[in-house]
């Protein structure tokens, strides 16, 4: 079976493009038999950039929640809260020692905060933690403990996939065995990058998101938000540059979205564009927001999901790997 290994960080609410980017078609995937699925809350991620135990907590069962209501199915997949399972932080450690400093100072998100520095004429390393240095570490140790050979991500992400091959590689090389499967990164050329209200990508950081499980009056009040430009009710209206468009486009058919398209050059008022777009969002999610509602309603069931999810988890497949790469290095076998 091919292993797929998804995490979403429990750093706020989730939002659409979590949605499309990531819940939609991991739920998909799972129902597949030639699968095994591995869903979990990056909640050991989230410490990099929230430092906030309350938010921290919060997010991490709305998170859960919404995996849930969107349909995973915890029989079928393993589903599991990321610091549930402390054999990937040991197992960060192990890789921390084989991987060179030289790769991880070429990481995307590394680069992108000594590059803000430099630009603001501050010292390089100014306000950057040792987390968001080490994180393509951490992120290594989930793929590799569990040996997932595709790791659905976004094009900015395949660098992280490429560094865990690295470490991996190097591993299994240090120590003379095959004690890691190297992961490919499966990149969705099909699933979009969805822009949130001020046009750059929809993202937790940026804090322009449509939560996905918003009251329906907050929905259409956050769409009629997004950003547009000022071409009045009949002028054309170009499709492709539309954020408005984008997100239609996610949630439509194809006739749908050729219509749309049409509308668009037929100079469609973005009002009008913008009721379309609420009222095809909500089709699709007011389901789900209902389902969501009723497992939020009881936050101790989904935590005892999560506590059964890793318990199960760490048996089969975290504990005797770990035993296995402990010996390989020379620690003492706890078992
Ligand atoms: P943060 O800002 O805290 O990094 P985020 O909202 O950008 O959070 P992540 O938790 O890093 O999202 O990503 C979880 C999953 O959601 C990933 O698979 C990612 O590709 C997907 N995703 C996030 N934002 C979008 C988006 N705007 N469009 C499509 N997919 C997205």
Redesign the pocket.
Known sequence: KTRIL?G??T??TP?L??Y???IRPAVAASRADDAESFYFLADLHSLI?AQDPARTQRSTLEIAAAWLACGLDPERVWFYRQSDVPEITELTWLLTCVAAKGILNRAHAYKAAVDRNRAEGEDDDAGVNAGLFMYPVLMAADILLFNADRVP??RDQVQHIEMARDFGQRFNHIYGGEYFRLPEAAIEESV???PGLDGR?????YDNTIPLFAPRATLRKLVASIVTDSRAPGEPKDADASNVFQLYQAFASDEETAAMRRAFAQGIAWGEAKQQLFERIDAEVAPLRERYETLMARPQDIERLLRDGARRLRAQHATPLLRELREAVGLRDLS
């Open positions: 998804t979403i960080t750093s706020g939002h493009g979590n499309v980017g990531a950039k991500v976004g979009a990058t969805l990508k929809m993202s937790k950081s």
